[in-house]
């Protein structure tokens, strides 16, 4: 078994959703220690913006179609993804190798992958709150991975820039949620 750990805050040490992904693969080692762990930080190396050259290397969508698991953080930054993660998804999405068109429309190709995000939001999106129009991160990556055959689990820490309080509890609350998503 291959775990793919991605990571996309810019925040280190501080950042929340590395804390929250660390934690499920830690998770997720616990139970398979025969795993092997690829990690992929996009901000300490970066993947440039896609280019149509950036087509010719095949090694990120490689490392993605290798992995049984894939496990990402991925903070909410101005509603949506951060430009990292965004540049690591334009080399995964890729036509004939993640999905196709057919004559009944898109068809994924990458099913059989489980993909576990770690999500971190300064405010609260839930459905039928005034922000929640502007959620743009959960959605995206849940429509992005369904495009490509997989149906992505969740793991959220919400509402980290209200007080320091919150962000506790948050992040606590969180950090228990991992520990059922390796049973
Ligand atoms: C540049 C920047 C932009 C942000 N934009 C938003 C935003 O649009 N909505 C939101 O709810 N939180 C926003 N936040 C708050 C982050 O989502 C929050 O700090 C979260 O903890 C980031 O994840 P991290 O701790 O893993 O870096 C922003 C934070 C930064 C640094």
């Known amino acids: 078994m291959t775990i793919l750990h991605i990571d996309s805050s810019i925040s280190g040490e501080n950042s929340a959703s590395r804390a929250i992904s660390r934690s499920i693969v830690d998770q997720l080692r616990a139970v398979n220690p025969a795993a092997l762990l690829v990690s ?106 369904n495009f490509i055959g997989i149906e992505p689990e969740f793991v959220a820490a919400d509402g980290l820039s209200i007080s320091p309080e919150q962000r506790e509890a948050s992040v606590r609350q969180a950090l228990g949620e991992t520990v059922r998503l390796a049973a």
């Open 40 to 145: 992929r930080d996009l901000v300490s190396q970066p993947l440039p913006h896609l280019t149509l050259d950036a087509f010719a290397d095949s090694s990120v969508l490689d490392e993605f179609l290798a992995a049984d698991t894939v496990v990402i953080g991925a903070p909410m930054y101005n509603f949506t993804l951060p430009t990292q993660l965004k540049a690591w998804l334009d080399r995964i999405l890729v036509a004939g190798k993640t999905f196709r068109y057919t004559a009944n429309g898109p068809e994924g190709l990458a099913g059989g992958k489980r993909v576990i995000v770690a999500l971190a939001r300064g405010g609260f999106y839930d459905a039928g709150s005034p922000a929640s129009a502007l959620e743009h991160l959960e959605t995206y990556l849940r429509g992005v991975f």
